[in-house]
C-alpha cells in the first residue's frame, strides 16, 4: 500500500520528506510519517484494524467521514465563503 501512496505522493513530496530517519529503522520520513497517520485512523475507526497486511480498509466510519470533508471542501471551492 505505501508504494501507491508513494505513486499518490511523489509529486509534492519535498527532500525533507525523502530523508531517511536517524532512528533505528532509517526508513524515509514520509513512510513513517504514512505510517502513524493509518495507525491514528485505525484508532479513530476510519480504517478496520483486521485487514490483511498491505491493504488499507476502509470503514463505514471512513466512508462517512470522507463524504462529509468531500463536501465540506467542494462547498469552499465553489465560493459559498465570502471573505
Do not use: C
Not at 19 to 48: D, H, I, P, Y
Not at 72 to 80: D, L, R
Request: aromatic share 12%; net charge positive.
Amino acid at each position: 500500500m505505501l508504494s501507491k501512496v508513494y505513486e499518490k505522493m511523489s509529486g509534492i513530496l519535498k527532500e525533507f520528506d525523502l530523508e531517511k530517519l536517524k532512528s533505528k529503522s532509517r526508513e524515509e520520513r514520509w513512510k513513517n510519517t504514512a505510517q502513524w497517520a493509518r495507525f491514528e485512523m485505525v484508532k479513530e475507526g476510519l480504517l478496520s484494524n483486521s485487514s490483511p497486511n498491505g491493504i488499507w480498509e476502509i470503514t463505514e466510519k471512513g466512508r462517512e467521514y470522507y463524504l462529509k470533508q468531500a463536501k465540506k471542501q467542494k462547498y469552499f471551492q465553489v465560493g459559498h465563503i465570502s471573505s
